[in-house]
């Protein structure tokens, strides 16, 4: 059975940071790219980083580049996102996906993320003041 836990959200201030876990069991992780998405109240659920199996390639949504860092340690079967320089919009449910698909990454700004992305945590909701 996969699981799939997200951790590390908070209340915190404009311009703080907050670094959040995904931890995933019952896959062979390495074989998964992962994706970060998060979704706000009354807004549609987007994608905000993915990372490919190996780390060699990351991928940020425009709204978080140079901003948030998305990484993996394989062995510890873990996804990272570091958030600095924090906004109020950033406010949001995040969540951690993981896809097999060739090429998954490629699908995590799109509609059919929800479908291409096989396995979904249940969310951890970071809010930032400002």
């Known amino acids: 059975q996969v699981q799939v836990v997200e951790s590390g959200g908070g209340l915190v201030q404009a311009g703080g940071s907050l670094r959040l876990s995904c931890t995933a069991s019952?896959?062979?992780?390495?074989?998964?790219?992962m994706g970060w998405f998060r979704q706000a109240p009354g807004k549609e659920r987007e994608g905000v980083s993915c990372?490919?199996?190996?780390?060699?390639?990351?991928y940020y949504a425009d709204s978080v580049k140079g901003r948030f860092t998305i990484s993996r340690d394989n062995a510890k079967n873990t996804l990272y996102l570091q958030m600095n320089s924090l906004k109020s919009e950033d406010t949001a449910m995040y969540y951690c996906?993981?896809?097999?698909?060739?090429?998954?990454?490629?699908?995590?700004?799109?509609?059919?993320?929800?479908?291409?992305?096989?396995?979904w945590g249940q969310g951890t909701q970071v809010t930032v003041s400002s």
């Open positions: 996906a993981a896809t097999n698909l060739p090429s998954g990454c490629a699908y995590y700004r799109t509609a059919s993320a929800n479908t291409r992305f096989n396995y």
């Open positions: 990372i490919t199996q190996s780390a060699g390639w990351t």
């Open positions: 019952g896959l062979t992780f390495d074989d998964y790219s």
